[in-house]
C-alpha cells in the first residue's frame, strides 16, 4: 500500500500531535540570548588551529555550564532519578 502525499502529511501531524511517554520538554533557548565574545573571521583565519580549538572549547563549556545550572534541567535531573528509582 502507496500512501499519498495528503494521508503521508497526516500522518505526521497525527504523530506529533501524540504525546510521547515518559518525555519532559526543556527550553534552553535562554543561552542564545547570551553575548559570548564574536568571533572575527580575519583572525579567526589568523589563528593557528589550536588557538581556534581553545576558543571553541571555551565557548562550548560555557554554554554547557548555563544549560545545565538552568532550573528546568534540574527539575528534570530530580524527575528523572526519582522516575528510574521506581522503575
Do not use: C, W
Request: proline share 7%; net charge negative.
Amino acid at each position: 500500500m502507496q500512501l499519498g502525499i495528503y494521508e503521508f502529511l497526516t500522518a505526521i501531524v497525527f504523530l506529533l500531535q501524540t504525546p510521547v511517554p515518559n518525555y519532559q520538554d526543556v527550553d534552553l533557548s535562554f543561552v542564545y540570548d547570551i553575548q559570548f565574545p564574536t568571533m572575527d573571521p580575519v583572525k579567526l583565519e589568523q589563528n593557528s588551529p589550536y588557538s581556534f580549538l581553545r576558543q571553541y572549547i571555551y565557548t562550548t563549556s560555557k554554554v554547557a555550564e548555563l544549560q545545565m545550572s538552568s532550573p528546568q534541567i534540574a527539575e528534570f535531573v530530580r524527575f528523572a532519578k526519582v522516575h528510574t528509582l521506581i522503575a
